[in-house]
């Protein structure tokens, strides 16, 4: 499936504290929050507060950029700002105990592959997408 969105549909709310997520982002990483106190990392990040044992010494960290497909679905009726149906992706990245979305930029997917995050700039934020390992 080729490009499928030109510009952000939606106005992207850049809340205080996570200012390392979004530059992250714009930086090729994907960055989240670990608590010192318990070490736990957290998806979607959680700057102020551990929502394990509440402690609130966090700091961000980058996470790896690859994991593996734990399901996904065919968006063949796209929502508003998309221009063509897409692969929408629940992906387990390495060293992150749970699996997060996102768009996979690819014809063909099954559960159990490999794939890897990649950047793509729309307007002046850079997004993830996912992509099959190629090796």
């Not at 966090?58 to 996904?72: C, D, H, Y």
């Not at 992906?91 to 990649?118: C, M, N, P, S, W």
Request: proline share 7%; glycine share 8%.
């Amino acid at each position: 499936m080729s490009e499928v969105l030109k510009e952000i549909p939606y106005k992207i709310e850049k809340s205080k504290g996570m200012e390392p997520f979004w530059e992250g982002l714009n930086d090729n990483q994907l960055r989240t929050t670990k608590c010192m106190k318990c070490e736990n990392l957290h998806y979607p990040p959680s700057p102020v507060l551990c929502p394990v044992c509440f402690g609130t010494e966090m700091i961000w960290e980058s996470l790896p950029l690859s994991g593996t497909v734990t399901t996904f679905t065919y968006v063949s009726a796209p929502p508003a700002g998309f221009d063509k149906q897409y692969i929408l992706a629940s992906v387990r990245i390495d060293k992150l105990d749970k699996a997060i979305l996102g768009r996979f930029h690819g014809e063909k997917l099954e559960i159990g592959d490999r794939v890897q995050l990649t950047f793509e700039k729309i307007g002046d934020q850079s997004l993830f997408i996912f992509q099959s390992v190629t090796g």
